[in-house]
């Protein structure tokens, strides 16, 4: 069974910094590409990133709101991925979710994990 | 960037009746080499991580009813619910894969 758990999430001042963790299982994850994606409250899906696999070179692309801001890294020897994000903003509250990218999509997906960014 | 508009932003449909939600997209989605729209439909209710529900523009991922079936090809797409049941109250996004990941802003369904 696929499992991704996301954690890490809660409150953080304006101007803070977080990292979240997604540990995963059920699917080869040093194979796998995986993407962060986001949701404010009340609104839409936004995709925040991805990493390829290290066969595939480790490449990774950020959404322009998030780029300079976000890392994402992932450690294969413990199946986690992870977004350290800095200079958070007001509006980067929200749920963080991550995902497998498959071409096509498949239904992996974590419960997410709330980020609130609030003085 | 590839930019899915959606619409409408809600809509409110009687049970058993039917439901079409449209997507367009600013760029082509159909990729000749294999003749396939990059283009999936997702299910979100309150509290949940979306759900995937179409791929490839009209495939239904396994377990989805067969009154859900998404159509389109190109920059024009379309999911379409055939007969409205309570339990098909949520939001639905569409996405495309062809160039990274965007989604549309969504289209919450409701029951008249």
């Known amino acids: 069974e696929v499992q991704l758990l996301e954690s890490g999430g809660g409150l953080v001042k304006p101007g803070g910094s977080l990292t979240l963790s997604c540990a995963v299982s059920?699917?080869?994850?040093?194979?796998?590409?995986m993407t962060w994606v986001r949701q404010a409250p009340g609104k839409g899906l936004e995709w925040v990133g991805r990493i390829k696999s290290k066969t595939d070179g480790l490449t990774i692309d950020y959404a322009a709101p998030v780029k300079g801001k976000f890392t994402i890294s992932r450690d294969d020897s413990k199946n986690t991925l992870y977004l350290h994000m800095k200079s958070l903003r007001t509006e980067d509250t929200g749920v963080y979710y991550c995902?497998?990218?498959?071409?096509?999509?498949?239904?992996?997906w974590g419960q997410g994990t709330l980020v609130i960014v609030s003085s | 960037d590839i930019v899915l508009t959606q619409s409408p932003d809600s809509l409110a449909v009687s049970l058993g009746e039917r439901a079409t939600i449209n997507c367009k997209s600013s760029?082509?989605?159909?990729?000749?080499?294999?003749?396939?729209?990059?283009i999936a439909w997702y299910q979100q209710k309150p509290g949940q991580p979306p759900k995937l529900f179409i791929y490839w523009a009209s495939t239904r991922e396994s377990g989805v009813p067969d009154r859900f079936s998404g159509s389109g090809s190109g920059t024009d797409f379309t999911l379409t619910i055939s007969s409205l049941q309570p339990e098909d109250v949520a939001v639905y996004y569409c996405?495309?894969?062809?160039?990274?990941?965007?989604f549309g802003g969504g289209t919450k369904v409701e029951i008249k």
């Open positions: 760029q082509n989605l159909f990729y000749s080499s294999n003749n396939k729209n990059y």
């Open positions: 995902t497998r990218e498959t071409t096509p999509p498949t239904d992996d």
């Open positions: 059920g699917f080869n994850f040093s194979d796998a590409w």
């Open positions: 996405q495309q894969y062809f160039t990274f990941a965007t």
